[in-house]
């Protein structure tokens, strides 16, 4: 609590942030509605597949968990390794090329979902490159977005819970009409929607040397 009161006094006025968000409040959440319907991508699934590999592929509690940990092993090299890539190759293009290539594994991930050893592998690779996108994604952001890289980054993170919310919703609706082995396939239809959102070109705002003096 102490650090925090010391480290917001730098935080600019309300009505310095209010007249940075005039005008940019459409475009923000056209930015962020990439995350959302990332989440989707990643989420309607993964929040039901416990229930799909056991009742899909007749997995035990032991490889479920195996299954699981491939996922978090991915996820982990995937949000540590993309901050390496986006350095060396730019926030724009990880993030958008990362998304189509979690379409294809996603698409992939559907076609060997009953196929043993192979899941576990593309359990991997989905975790891998899904939030290897998420982390470039938000450094694209930050960079887009200079002056309202607060405003922006909070609007980022209700756009997650909201495809995590979204997500799960679909996942019951796509399991009640045509079962579980179609999840993957929901993801990938998710993660190409969000590939073609990232793509619009979007400006970069510069910090004006007005803001920069106060």
């Known amino acids: 609590m102490f650090v925090n009161f010391i480290a917001w006094k730098s935080v600019p006025s309300n009505e310095l942030t209010t007249n940075l968000l005039k005008g940019n409040l459409i475009r923000i959440l ?3 509605s ?20 056991h009742f899909n592929n007749g997995f035990s509690p032991a490889e479920i968990a195996l299954a699981v940990t491939f996922y978090g ?19 724009r293009k990880i993030s958008i090329n990362t998304l189509i290539v979690l379409a294809l594994i996603l698409l992939c991930l559907g076609v060997f979902f009953s196929s043993g050893d192979w899941l576990y592998f593309f359990m991997f690779i989905w975790a891998l490159v899904g939030y290897a996108g998420f982390t470039s994604y938000q450094a694209r952001l930050a960079v887009e977005y200079p002056l309202e890289r607060g405003i922006v980054m909070a609007w980022n993170n209700t756009a997650l819970y909201i495809g995590i919310t979204l997500g799960s919703m679909l996942g019951g609706y796509v ?17 190409v929607l969000s590939f073609i959102i990232s793509t619009q070109k979007r400006q970069v705002l510069k910090e004006k040397s007005t803001f920069i003096s106060r």
């Open 73 to 91: 092993i991915g996820a982990v090299l995937g949000s540590l390794s993309s901050g390496q890539l986006t350095d060396k190759f730019g926030e």
């Open 34 to 53: 990439v995350t959302a319907i990332w989440a989707i991508s990643m989420y309607t699934l993964y929040v039901y597949l416990g229930a799909a590999l």
């Open 30 to 32: 056209g930015s962020v």
């Open 175 to 191: 399991i009640s009409n045509w079962g579980y082995s179609t999840l993957p396939y929901a993801c990938s239809i998710a993660a």
